[in-house]
């Protein structure tokens, strides 16, 4: 059983949870803390070259 092909990643921990899943809703939830913690708060888009 898999979760739809175009699933956000709410979509897919809700599909998971509501099928038991807990492995898969689990480590998808420990892959999305990770990728949200790389992500750095402190970009600027300044960029002199773009107008």
């Given at each position: 059983?898999?979760?739809?092909?175009?699933?956000?990643?709410?979509?897919?921990?809700m599909f998971y949870s509501q099928h038991n899943l807990n492995t898969e809703a689990r480590a998808l939830a420990?892959?999305?803390?990770?990728l949200e913690e790389c992500y750095v708060w402190d970009i600027k888009f300044d960029n002199p070259y773009i107008s």
């Open positions: 059983m898999e979760a739809p092909e175009n699933a956000t990643l709410i979509e897919r921990l420990q892959v999305a803390d990770f």
